[in-house]
């Protein structure tokens, strides 16, 4: 124990001491630092504007944009995402992140040396030599590649990973998938060589150990489907760019360094220039070379002596890290260059000084080895060059510093690659400088009439044409990109052209005189995106739900519960995949749109959803038709707002802790009626896999009203009967329909006092006599209940007060559509009316599916309430009909679907009938999932549901 506190120390002083650039006001001159930063603060701005994952750098090149991130490591982009949205500069993410990856190595090297069983003392030479590589020194001080810095420090845990992966249990299983997937995320050129030495150390190690070779099979084809959503784009597309192409990789036989720039070129700052002659140092290191040389006389002692079979593990290792590291330094020189140009891909290492990497952990694994077989005083001589080595790099200071604030990286000009070796193929207009947030029209005649908002993944505009027209929009034209053109009304897509005149920028042609409405977005929608991201999707949930099943051992409510979201989740990510986004509510290319978060998070906030943020935000006075919204919901976003400061995060992370409250509540309702005689947890899942249950989930006070609604019952069940009443009030604060707790809470308690009997043993009695007997002797619980109606009361004196109505929420219900009138309609009459649509509407459309949606919660609703009426608890049966019968009378069954889920003494009456049938069970929750998943991504994609 005390060994290991004072390991921690050292390696983060030696982290600390190779960070020490980094302590310094703004960031050190290097070849990639700043391009790195532009790439954070892009990455950023592409999740703000819905992309995810981000692909398409959206104000680089200008503003014309830059694929990047389809092509480039995206670990580093990730990580900074956190400090990025908590407005913290760059410089400070890219040094903080640097340092933790240092020290991440370091504690890697040890762990890994400790699995080898090697001593004390040698663990902590290895770990120093590992601290004074050359090549990490030269990244942070000169070269500022984050991605090999983080590649660095996460490849001593995959030997870690093998050392260690025979003997793991399930939480370190999980772990080392984790890593395995951070390494595979960190730097192309780093995965593409470290994974083949892996294979091949894992192969020295574990050769025919069947046990093994499973899990670590299985560790890296899980890591790989995690990070699939990077790979296959990156590769399946790289014929889309120029990357082939540019001089590092035609080039690349012109910079293999010589064996003398190996051994002595001196550290400073530089570039690997064509030829010879070049400027930065490729210096292994003296102590390294020390160590390379007294290994290979101890091998050669070994051998000559025979000694081998007493040392047979420890020789073993000491000669795989000796052949490694001969190897690596033998493959940077020029005499390897036919072997190099055989494997095409391995072009792609531009340097191969960039095997330098790997070499540092080659080095480590050779000082450990040989500590225990040298002498005291060439082990004092070795730790005196290696003293001297870190204090002389520690004395070196990078050539320059630099700062800016986080807005100059967010407009950030350039390409952040050196070649531009991502720009598309097909582009090659050179007046990036001309860039303006608006269309251009190339050639016909007409007008821009207005653009509605301009994002670099995103815009809308209404083009006006007189006579056939070319548009082009100052963007690069890259796959993904998809413009909709919204004509006489009717949708399509466009085809893109190209010409000597547009030069690869995007753009379409408009042949018909008149109005169009245009929405450009860029979209995951290529084989190679789709694929990778269903892939990556399904293997984080498979990982997710094995954490939460497995690992952390919650209990099945939360476990399903946070299953159920991120379920819900993806859904929702994939949906732009499958519809296009097609907004049918206000404010949708304004408050949403504009509200600075990606597409997958805002679209939760559609339709009604707008209403509730109007009004967590500025209250009822302003603007129109809010006030048919409850305001307790609201009241409650705006409060958790003071904390989070963003009102659209307040209210999805308000019903994040509601919609888990209502699945514990709803638990203990069903365990109640049932006297807990469910054994099937599936069941108790049926309420939030049912169709409409995505309301749950969203911008919405569904899961806030359904929670307060069976709390109060709850609260009655127990005879809280003022517990009862005032939850009744909140509910009756959040929808109009809360109030008929009042009337469902009294038939509770005459249900529990059974009244008839204690009034007399005899059905004689007439109801009248029953009622005032129940009345006389209850009348405190009935005024408790009462208290029900003060949310509604509440809000009706405020309504009179301020707009001279108190029923102004009802009267405004014919302004929304849909065939809501002021008037009451009776249900028969809202039945006949929607046979007639059916009859008459045009089939096979969205539209009329939602009047068929509609029409069958309408009425089969009301044939489940009748039926609960003989299977389930009278006093919520008789709330559930209220509830379901006062939507009616305004006409329509227009949002009947999500009405329909405070009707839940029907969900009560299908658990009952579900519970004995297996077969029954799993057809009805299989369907009711996928029609979930349907009405999910209508909604999300702004398509009308309820």
């Not at 830059?66 to 670990?75: D, I, K, Q, R, T």
């Not at 077969?919 to 549901?945: A, H, P």
Request: charged content about 15%; aromatic content about 16%; overall charge positive.
């Amino acid at each position: 124990m005390i060994k290991k506190i004072f390991t921690f120390p050292l390696a983060l002083i030696l982290a600390l001491l190779i960070a020490k650039p980094y302590f310094h006001a703004g960031i050190p001159y290097t070849h990639d630092g700043e391009n790195h930063l532009a790439r954070f603060a892009n990455y950023k701005i592409a999740i703000r504007e819905g992309q995810i994952p981000p692909r398409f750098a959206p104000n680089l090149m200008n503003h014309y944009g830059y694929p990047v991130f389809n092509y480039n490591y995206p670990l580093a982009n990730i990580l900074s995402l956190p400090f990025s949205f908590l407005k913290i500069n760059y410089e400070v993410t890219f040094k903080l992140l640097s340092t933790i990856f240092i020290f991440a190595g370091l504690a890697g090297v040890y762990h890994w040396l400790n699995k080898l069983r090697t001593p004390y003392k040698a663990m902590l030479f290895g770990t120093a030599i590992y601290a004074a590589s050359p090549f990490i020194w030269s990244t942070v001080l000169y070269r500022g590649n984050i991605g090999e810095i983080m590649a660095w420090g996460i490849f001593p845990w995959l030997l870690y990973l093998i050392e260690s992966l025979r003997g793991s249990g399930k939480w370190a299983y999980t772990f080392k998938t984790v890593i395995m997937t951070l390494f595979l995320l960190s730097h192309n050129i780093a995965v593409m060589f470290g994974l083949p030495m892996i294979m091949i150390y894992a192969l020295v190690r574990y050769k025919k150990d069947s046990i093994f070779w499973m899990r670590f099979l299985s560790t890296i084809g899980f890591a790989i489907a995690l990070s699939l959503w990077f790979w296959l784009p990156a590769i399946a597309e790289k014929n889309l760019v120029t990357v082939g192409e540019v001089a590092l990789i035609n080039d690349f036989t012109k910079h293999f360094p010589s064996l003398k720039q190996l051994i002595s070129s001196p550290m400073n700052f530089g570039f690997s220039i064509p030829g010879k002659i070049d400027s930065i140092s490729f210096s292994l290191g003296i102590t390294q070379l020390f160590t390379l040389v007294l290994s290979g006389v101890i091998i050669a002692k070994i051998l000559i002596n025979k000694k081998i079979n007493s040392l047979e593990d420890s020789f073993k290792l000491l000669a795989l890290f000796f052949i490694g590291a001969v190897l690596l330094i033998f493959f940077q020189l020029k005499i390897t260059a036919p072997i190099w140009e055989l494997i095409p891909i391995a072009l792609f290492i531009q340097f191969s000084w960039r095997l330098s990497l790997f070499l540092s952990v080659a080095f480590a694994g050779l000082g450990a080895m040989i500590w225990p077989k040298i002498n005291n005083k060439i082990r004092w001589f070795l730790v005196g060059i290696l003293t001297l080595q870190l204090l002389s790099f520690s004395r070196m200071k990078p050539v320059d510093y630099f700062h800016r604030n986080n807005i100059d990286y967010d407009a950030f000009t350039q390409s952040t690659t050196v070649n531009n070796e991502n720009l598309p193929k097909n582009f090659s207009y050179l007046d990036i400088a001309d860039w303006q947030p608006t269309p251009k029209i190339i050639d016909g005649q007409g007008d821009i009439i207005k653009v509605e908002y301009w994002t670099g993944s995103r815009r809308q505009y209404e083009i006006s044409v007189k006579s056939a027209m070319t548009i082009a929009e100052p963007t690069m034209d890259f796959a993904g990109w998809e413009t909709i053109v919204l004509f006489d009304g009717k949708k399509s897509i466009v085809d893109y052209i190209d010409n000597e005149q547009i030069e690869g920028r995007i753009a379409y042609r408009l042949e018909e005189p008149g109005k169009y409405e245009i929405r450009t977005q860029f979209s995951q929608k290529t084989w190679p995106r789709m694929v990778g991201n269903g892939v990556s999707i399904v293997a984080l949930i498979i990982s997710l739900v094995l954490v939460f099943r497995k690992n952390l051992k919650l209990k099945r409510e939360l476990n399903f519960y946070l299953n159920w979201k991120i379920f819900l989740f993806f859904v929702g990510l994939a949906a732009p995949l499958l519809l296009i986004y097609d907004p049918s509510f206000p404010y949708a290319s304004t408050l949403l749109a504009n509200s600075g978060l990606p597409e997958s998070i805002y679209s939760w906030v559609n339709f009604d959803g707008v209403h509730y943020l109007t009004i967590a935000d500025k209250g009822y006075l302003g603007t129109g038709l809010i006030q048919a919204f409850f305001p307790l919901y609201p009241i409650l976003v705006n409060g958790l707002n003071q904390i989070i400061n963003n009102y659209f995060l307040a209210g999805l992370t308000l019903n994040f802790i509601v919609g888990f409250l209502l699945l514990r509540a709803w638990k203990k309702i069903v365990d109640l009626e049932t006297n807990a005689r469910i054994k099937n947890f599936s069941l108790y899942q049926l309420l939030f896999l049912f169709p409409t249950s995505l309301f749950f989930n969203s911008f919405y006070s569904e899961a806030l009203f359904l929670y307060l609604v069976l709390l109060s019952f709850l609260n009655a069940r127990k005879g809280h009967w003022l517990k009862a009443g005032l939850v009744a009030a909140l509910a009756s604060a959040t929808r109009l329909v809360g109030i008929f707790l009042v009337p469902a809470l009294l038939v509770e308690l005459w249900l529990q006092k059974s009244a008839l009997r204690e009034a007399n043993q005899t059905n004689q009695i007439k109801i009248t006599s029953q009622i005032k007997c129940f009345a006389q002797k209850y009348w405190k619980q009935i005024l408790a209940i009462t208290t029900g109606s003060l949310g509604l009361a509440s809000y009706m004196i405020y309504l009179q007060r301020v707009f001279g109505d108190p029923l102004y929420f009802f009267h405004l219900q014919s302004e929304f559509g849909g065939g809501r009138q002021e008037s009451i309609v009776l249900y028969p009459q809202v039945v006949w009316r929607y046979l007639k649509i059916l009859w008459t509407a045009r089939p096979f459309d969205l539209k009329y599916y939602s009047y068929a949606q509609e029409f069958i919660f309408g009425t089969l609703g009301l044939a489940g309430i009748i039926w609960s009426w003989f299977r389930v608890r009278k006093s919520y049966v008789v709330f559930s009909a209220l509830a379901f019968l006062l939507p009616t009378l305004t006409g329509t069954f227009s949002s009947m679907p999500r009405y329909f889920l405070a009707s839940f003494s029907v969900f009560i009456l299908i658990i009952k009938l579900l519970d004995k049938n297996k077969t029954t069970r799993l057809i009805w929750l299989s369907l009711s999932t996928l029609w979930l998943i349907f009405n999910t991504i209508l909604f999300i994609q702004g398509y009308w549901v309820a």
